[in-house]
C-alpha cells in the first residue's frame, strides 16, 4: 500500500484551497490525509461562507474515494453552533465522521467552535483494519490516546504550530509506538505552522521531508504484526 501525507499551504481563497487539495489527492496513494480545516483555514470572520463552501468541496472531494481513503477536516454548521469535524472519505461516501473534542483555546478555537464529545471518540473499521482520528491539539490529552487503542493505523489532521514542532513530532511518533500502528499526520505548511507531516511506523521511524507538499511512502502492513509479536503489550 501507499500511505500519503498532504502538507500544503491554506490561503484566504478557498477555492484554490479546494483545486490545490484536489491536485494532490489525485497524486496520493491508498490511503491520504490533509491538514486540519485545508480548505479554509480557521476563517473566524467568514464562518457562515467557509461552512457552506465545505459542504459544496465535500461533493467535488467523494469522487476521488473511489479507490482511496481520504481523511481531512472542514468548519461545518449543525444548527446554530459551528464544529471542526474530521470527514473519512472511501467508496465516494463518509464513511466516518468526528468533531473536534478539545478545543485551543490559545488559537482562539474556543471561542468561536462548539467541542464534541469524547464518546464520539470511536475505531472505525474499513476493508478489515481498525482506524482512529484525532485532530491536533488532541495530541495532547492521553485520555483520547486510550480510545485508540487496538487501532492499525490513527490519522491525525492538524494546523500545528511552527513553535512547538518538536512537540508534533515526538507526540506522532510515540503514538505510533504506543498504539504500535502506523500514523499518517498531516500538518499545514503556512509560514507559521510546524509543517513535520509524517508516515510513521510502529517502530517510531518517521518518513518527513518538509520541502515537499505531498509525502508518499509504501509501506507494508505486517510491520503491525511484527511489532506487537516482538513487543507484546496487550494489544
Not at 478545543?103 to 483494519?129: H, P, Q, R, V, W
Not at 486510550?146 to 511552527?162: E, H, N, S, T, Y
Not at 505552522?193 to 520541502?211: N, Q
Amino acid at each position: 500500500m501507499i500511505f500519503s501525507a498532504v502538507q500544503s499551504q491554506t490561503t484566504p481563497d478557498f477555492a484554490k484551497n479546494l483545486k490545490t487539495l484536489k491536485k494532490l489527492i489525485k497524486k496520493s496513494g491508498d490511503i491520504v490525509v490533509a491538514p486540519e480545516v485545508v480548505l479554509t483555514g480557521f476563517a473566524y470572520d467568514r464562518f457562515d461562507e467557509a461552512a457552506t463552501f465545505s459542504q459544496k468541496a465535500l461533493e467535488e472531494l467523494l469522487p476521488l474515494s473511489q479507490n482511496r481513503i481520504i481523511c481531512y477536516t472542514q468548519i461545518e454548521k449543525r444548527g446554530s453552533k459551528f464544529y471542526n469535524i474530521a470527514k473519512v472519505l472511501y467508496k465516494e461516501k463518509v464513511v466516518y465522521e468526528q468533531p473536534k473534542v478539545k478545543l485551543f483555546k490559545f488559537g482562539g478555537e474556543t471561542e468561536y467552535f462548539s467541542a464534541g464529545n469524547l464518546d464520539e471518540i470511536n475505531l472505525f473499521e474499513i476493508e478489515g483494519k481498525k482506524f482512529g482520528l484525532l485532530i491536533c491539539f488532541e495530541l495532547r490529552f492521553i485520555e483520547i490516546w486510550q480510545r485508540l487503542k487496538g487501532a492499525d493505523i490513527i490519522f491525525v489532521p492538524a494546523m500545528w504550530g511552527k513553535l512547538r514542532k518538536r512537540h508534533f513530532e515526538q507526540f506522532t511518533e510515540a503514538l505510533a509506538l504506543m498504539h504500535q500502528c502506523f500514523v499518517i499526520a498531516s500538518d499545514s505548511a503556512n509560514e507559521d505552522m510546524a509543517k513535520s507531516s509524517a508516515i510513521i511506523d510502529p517502530f517510531g521511524v518517521a518518513y518527513r521531508d518538509d520541502r515537499k507538499h505531498l509525502l508518499n511512502k509504501e509501506i507494508d502492513l505486517s510491520a503491525i504484526k511484527k511489532m506487537r509479536r516482538y513487543m507484546d503489550i496487550g494489544l
